[in-house]
């Protein structure tokens, strides 16, 4: 992000970019208790926040890993005895609506693994060195995924596991599905639901958020 801050607690629409992602989960029906995995140092930060933004869910924080693949190892180790299903959010997504969540859900029950995602309709050209193109690649099969990435708790275990054994390097969980061979439904993210990446997603997300706000209250 470049500012010099974390990009969680950037505020935008009247609160950080992490707390309206929380609220998303702490409002949502099929959600029963959350997991933050968080770097060390903050857990008070994140106390004091679920006061002063009122959620109401049960939830533990859990020690961030060195790679994303082992900050959702130890978030699945904090998760409560009997879960059936996980739900792992971004949470510089703060615009996820419910229905996406409900949709990866009801997927991930019926599959194994779900994952929210767009079809890329950019035309997308690959290059060997990053200066020139190489080749121009079928748009019609790819897809861009998202979060949330929905799992049945076994599955995600099994998966990562064998990524661990394995000594791997995943960029996301669906990736670590791909090793052991688990199906993973592409769940269609119809409504914007972008990630806080760098200053130029702000403006949209910021914008995206009063609107979220506005048709809650109407």
Do not use: Y
């Not at 059936?84 to 997927?107: F, G, H, K, N, Y």
Request: some cysteine.
């Amino acid at each position: 992000m470049g500012l010099g801050v974390d990009k969680l607690f950037l505020e935008l629409a009247g609160s950080p970019i992490v707390a309206h992602t929380w609220r998303r989960f702490d409002s949502h029906p099929a959600i029963d208790d959350i997991v933050l995995v968080i770097r060390d140092g903050l857990q008070g930060a994140f106390q004091e926040l679920a006061a002063r933004e009122q959620m109401t869910k049960k939830f533990r924080l859990a020690a961030g890993g060195r790679e994303r693949q082992d900050s959702v190892w130890n978030g699945l180790q904090s998760v409560s005895s009997g879960t059936e299903l996980v739900v792992i959010q971004d949470a510089a997504r703060p615009c996820t609506s419910p229905a996406l969540i409900d949709a990866t859900i009801q997927a991930a029950r019926e599959m194994g693994a779900a994952v929210a995602a767009q079809h890329v309709t950019d035309t997308i050209k690959e290059s060997d060195g990053g200066t020139l193109i190489q080749r121009t690649v079928d748009r019609a099969k790819l897809w861009s995924v998202q979060t949330p990435q929905t799992f049945r708790r076994n599955v995600i275990e099994r998966a990562l596991t064998e990524v661990r054994r394995q000594s791997l390097l995943v960029t996301d969980d669906t990736a670590a599905c791909e090793l052991i061979g688990q199906p993973v439904r592409l769940v269609e993210s119809v409504a914007p639901n972008p990630k806080a990446t760098s200053p130029g997603d702000l403006p949209l997300i910021e914008l995206l958020l009063k609107n979220l706000a506005g048709a809650e209250v109407r």
